[in-house]
């Protein structure tokens, strides 16, 4: 049974950072792309950054470049998100995804996790 398991999310004040773990299991993820999206109260999902397992490229969403890193430890099967200069805009529920290819369209993950809060006061 495969699962992704989200953690790190919390309360933090702006510009603070906070560093989310996505950990893998149940197959083997090294054929796959992991993504990272957020869902704010009221809105649709949204894409974040997408992460290449296996060779570690990035992508991120315009809102979150020069802020957010991703990247990922093969070894543990786990990927993460570092985010810093967080602002109350990111407050938001954070998902990781598995998807064969590489994609920043929701619809194409296989895989979700249960998601984690994260919360920017001001």
């Known amino acids: 049974q495969v699962q992704l398991v989200e953690s790190g999310g919390g309360l933090v004040q702006s510009g603070g950072s906070l560093r989310l773990s996505c950990a893998a299991s149940g197959r083997t993820f090294s054929s796959y792309v992991m993504g990272w999206f957020r869902q704010a109260p009221g809105k649709e999902r949204e894409f974040v950054a997408v992460i290449n397992w296996s060779g570690g490229s990035t992508v991120y969403a315009n809102s979150v470049k020069g802020r957010f890193t991703g990247s990922r430890d093969a070894a543990k099967n786990t990927v993460y998100l570092q985010m810093n200069s967080l602002k109350p805009e990111d407050t938001a529920v954070y998902y990781c995804?598995?998807?064969?290819?590489?994609?920043?369209?929701?619809?194409?993950?296989?895989?979700w996790g249960q998601g984690t809060q994260v919360t920017v006061s001001s």
């Open positions: 995804a598995a998807a064969r290819g590489w994609s920043m369209l929701s619809s194409e993950y296989d895989y």
